[in-house]
């Protein structure tokens, strides 16, 4: 599977947030040609996996897309900050 996003050396095993939920940077979306999507969307409406393994595909394949990292499973507190912008500081550190 790590072929299909461009990598040498696929990871060994994947590990990612359960149920989709993510959020992605317009720059990691457009790190990949509009038909690359395309391609997915029609691999999807064609394959003869059951449709709730393909959800499980995904679910397993959006990290590896936008990040190329087979685990990604930053702190919450750093995924708040560098995604939503909702940074919390050290009270020690001068922080509210």
């Known amino acids: 599977m790590g072929e299909a996003f461009g990598m040498t050396h696929p990871p060994k095993y994947i590990r990612a947030a ?7 940077t317009k720059e990691a979306l457009h790190r990949w040609p509009k038909e690359f999507y395309l391609d997915l969307r029609e691999w999807a409406m064609k394959t ?15 990290h590896l897309m936008f ?16 995604l939503y912008d909702i940074c919390m500081t050290n009270k020690a550190e001068g922080g509210p």
């Open 18 to 24: 359960c149920c989709a939920t993510f959020a992605v």
């Open 67 to 82: 990040t190329g990292l087979g685990v990604y499973d930053p702190p919450q507190a750093q995924c708040l900050c560098e």
């Open 48 to 62: 003869a996996m059951e449709k709730n393994w393909l959800g499980v595909i995904f679910e397993f394949s959006y």
